[in-house]
């Protein structure tokens, strides 16, 4: 080959002929590459077309919701210090008939303004138009309650909008950057098909709702440099008089909080797993290199004598590492790129956001392939080292036997139940301790890597259990427009098919511990209740206490606050009073960070007459239907929400998404169980196949060969899958407690079925990988390998 040295010559004649590990290798560069890359490109994907998206239709940097302001109230905010756009809106839940559906659903419907597009969170108009002043009845409706009930412009849907059905006519289909992740009441996933958004003209708003003159919804953007915090504390001085429920900045809207609580997710993805398998692969680039080296002891003594510097032999096995990772940074491109594709279709599905197209990462390009060739060097630097420090005379010669000195281990091999081949893998085992060690290290990382993931399922599970039917024991969530007296829960109870009935408010509240706060909202809970209940971190029901306020974790946490401790809540609502409360406990909630008081004790604090602002129902199966027909149309109801289509909904969504997300990590897992045991088995046959064929010529049968060989890997298999189901658990803490979020937390559940599957996926590569071995051991050539110097 022209142009080429000895060296280079030698280099591609040795990844010809350790082609197989060389592709084990590649292979398991390329799955921690394609995550990276995967991870990192969907990350710039959603993290540019959403600030697009916010950017183009002006979303805004402040909201806050009222009971009712006038629109006098608007100069007032207008004329704060660094508030630069201020839009007033009418915003309401209703309940909807939609043909065809037999669960009522919900929709919140906001106002336009009565010409034109609004000033902040315009909307995208896909199809149609907007609404005419003069039409009262006429609205845009989100993409993705259009495409999940097959509703087109044209189309009308009935909507109960204070009491009173009314007939809507779709005149457009759009979508809002405040709406990219749309949340019904009482609902932990989005449901297309029962919970949409609505666009009304504003005027028809204020008639329907009696709102005249009045504003219940305030959106408001701030000048660069400004303290929004600051803004936001005289926001709600302004609107306390009314009703104000408090402001708070983009990153706590429901909407975009999902999004960056999926963005921190796909960053943790890319900090950890890849490191799993980059650090697999170092290991075998050093079993590989030290292997190569110590057959090539000659040919390093020649190069020396021929005049090659240790720089030039340490930079030839370097570029081994280097050539074969090289290969999997780009099958790992390659990989990452498809990766990315599916996810952003899914993406696509879950996040309404335009023009949501995977874009090239670059800095994901770099970082991936600096990370792939920077453990292949480390991987390979100390066999290169050792071997550049070989001298000619000492290379010359074969290397010096290993040392078979007597030890503990005869007394194993002394066992008279052990047959012949059984000693003769133990001993190769103990010989070679780091060998075993990295092959161990090997086979646990796969494991770990996919009980890591795995116990997804498990958490799934945990907390579908927790929240739909420990927690939650009801079977309907009502949310009315206003509090309402105790009187309206007596009248849910004599609706049809209402078997028990329990009230529940929700209050908007600032907690403060020291110098610390957080926004919340604090549920009144009945002293009996049995609807909602709230658990312990062991599982025990706790029952709401007379005094003081209990605490979710995640909010404990926040707070630095622990059982016994007293926090101040700001209460913003009615008489908004100031108390400070004691902690009397600290339950687990798996989504938001709630907090639970005594309802009676809440109605007292804010000096009002008991009161509630929805309730929780249980319901008789056999009239249910006639349950969900009389409940349409109840007056002051702004929504309801039925259990079972949460579960349906909540299954729904993890079918297209964790299901599919967790096949890949299965796949990827059983890839680096399979590049390990393939790895391993190609160095013992070539280091033993002089050691193999002389046992066929005394008379050993190939399954007895067969079993020497693939007998040391099962064994490195047995003890290294229980080491990984550990690993792997503590891997899943790791990735629970980086993924964490005020949104939600994914409890460590790992069940005995998840360690199984993630074992018996490691015995299947790995015995795939082992049987392409095996077969060279039937079509050893035993005149010639006998004839090969040691």
Same mark, same amino acid.
């Given at each position: ?32 590459? *394609? ?21 183009? $239709? ?100 009935? *909507?109960? +909008? ?106 943790? +993805? ?50 081994? *590492? ?34 949501l197209t995977w874009r090239i990462d670059s800095f994901a390009l770099f970082a991936s392939a600096l990370a792939a060739l920077g453990s292949a060097i480390a991987g390979s630097m100390s066999a290169a080292l050792g071997a550049a420090k070989l001298s000619p005379a000492e290379a ?70 927790? +929240? ?72 025990? $029901? ?249």
């Amino acid at each position: 080959m022209k142009g080429l040295s000895p060296l280079d010559i030698k280099l591609l004649r040795d990844i010809w002929h350790m082609r197989g590990q060389a592709i084990a290798v590649g292979i398991i560069v390329a799955c921690g590459v *394609a995550i990276m890359v995967m991870a990192l490109g969907t990350l710039s994907t959603l993290s540019a077309s959403r600030d697009a998206y916010y950017e183009r $239709y002006r979303f805004a940097d402040v909201f806050t919701s009222v009971r009712r302001a006038p629109e006098s109230a608007a100069a007032r905010l207008r004329a704060i210090d660094g508030v630069q756009t201020i839009e007033t809106r009418i915003v309401r839940l209703v309940i909807l008939r939609i043909p065809d559906v037999e669960e009522p659903a919900n929709a919140q419907i906001v106002s336009l303004p009565d010409t034109g597009e609004s000033i902040l969170n315009r909307i995208v108009l896909f199809s149609g138009r907007y609404p005419e002043t003069r039409s009262p009845d006429e609205i845009i409706i989100s993409n993705a309650f259009a495409e999940a009930n097959g509703l087109q412009t044209g189309d009308a849907i009935e *909507a109960v +909008m204070n009491g009173r059905l009314r007939a809507l006519t779709i005149v457009g289909i759009g979508d809002s950057p405040e709406f990219i992740y749309a949340l019904g009441p009482g609902s932990l996933m989005p449901d297309d098909r029962l919970f949409g958004i609505f666009w009304m003209r504003r005027q028809a708003l204020e008639a329907a709702f009696d709102l005249d003159g009045a504003f219940n919804s305030v959106s408001l953007t701030v000048a660069p440099g400004t303290d929004t915090a600051l803004v936001i504390d005289q926001v709600d001085d302004v609107l306390a008089p009314y009703g104000g429920t408090g402001a708070i900045d983009r990153s706590d809207q429901l909407s975009n909080a999902f999004v960056e609580s999926e963005m921190n997710q796909l960053k943790t +993805m890319a900090r950890i797993i890849p490191a799993v398998f980059l650090a697999v692969s170092a290991v075998l680039i050093h079993s590989i290199l030290n292997r190569l080296i110590q057959t090539e002891r000659q040919q390093i003594g020649l190069f020396k004598a021929f005049g090659y510097s240790r720089r030039e032999i340490t930079w030839h096995y370097l570029k081994f *590492a280097i050539a074969i990772t090289a290969g999997g940074v780009l099958a790992g491109f390659a990989l990452g790129f498809i990766l990315q594709n599916l996810i952003t279709q899914l993406y696509a599905e879950t996040f309404r956001i335009p023009d949501l197209t995977w874009r090239i990462d670059s800095f994901a390009l770099f970082a991936s392939a600096l990370a792939a060739l920077g453990s292949a060097i480390a991987g390979s630097m100390s066999a290169a080292l050792g071997a550049a420090k070989l001298s000619p005379a000492e290379a010359m010669q074969p290397a010096p036997p290993v040392n078979y000195h007597q030890g503990w281990l005869r007394y194993i091999l002394q066992m008279r139940w052990l047959d012949e081949p059984t000693r003769l893998i133990l001993r190769h085992l103990f010989r070679f301790p780091a060998r075993t060690a990295a092959n161990l290290f090997g086979i646990a990382a796969a494991v770990a890597l996919l009980v890591s993931t795995l116990f997804s399922f498990d958490a799934i599970d945990t907390i579908m259990e927790q +929240m739909f039917f420990r927690t939650n024991a009801h079977d309907a969530a009502i949310t009315f427009f206003e509090g309402r007296n105790d009187t309206a829960l007596s009248e849910l109870s004599r609706l049809p098919g209402v078997m028990s009935a329990e009230g529940v408010r929700d209050i908007p509240a600032s907690l403060e511990a020291g110098h610390r706060s957080e926004r919340v909202g604090i549920t009144g809970l009945p002293a009996d209740a049995q609807l909602r209940r709230i658990l312990s971190a062991d599982g025990r $029901y706790v029952d709401i206490p007379s005094t003081g306020i209990v605490l979710s974790s995640q909010l404990a946490d926040m707070l630095h606050v622990t059982t016994g401790d007293l926090v101040t809540a700001h209460f913003l609502d009615a008489t908004r009073p100031v108390v400070d409360l004691p902690v009397t406990a600290v339950v687990d909630e798996f989504v938001g960070t709630p907090a639970f008081m005594d309802l009676q004790t809440m109605n007292a604090l804010l000096d009002q007459p008991p009161t509630i602002s929805g309730a929780y129902l249980k319901l008789d199966p056999l009239a249910q239907a006639a349950f969900e027909e009389s409940v349409i149309e109840r007056p002051g109801i702004a929504g309801v929400s039925l259990r079972a289509a949460a579960i349906d909904s909540f299954e729904e969504t993890l079918q297209e998404t964790i299901y599919i997300m967790m096949s890949i990590y299965a796949v990827i897992g059983g890839a680096i169980a399979a590049g390990v045991v393939y790895n391993a088995a190609r160095i013992s046959l070539t280091e033993r196949g002089r050691e193999l064929a002389s046992l066929r010529v005394l008379g050993f049968t190939h399954h007895e060969v067969g079993y020497i060989l693939l007998g040391e890997l099962a064994l490195v298999a047995l003890v290294g899958i229980p080491i990984g189901c550990i690993g792997g658990i503590a891997l899943a803490h790791l990735i629970a407690t980086a993924m964490a979020t005020e949104l939600y937390r994914i409890p460590v559940v790992v069940n005995p079925s998840t360690l199984g599957v993630a074992a018996m996926i490691v015995l299947f590569s790995s015995t795939i990988a082992a049987l392409f071995v095996v077969r060279r051991v039937r079509s050893l050539d035993l005149i010639a390998v006998l004839k090969t110097r040691e």
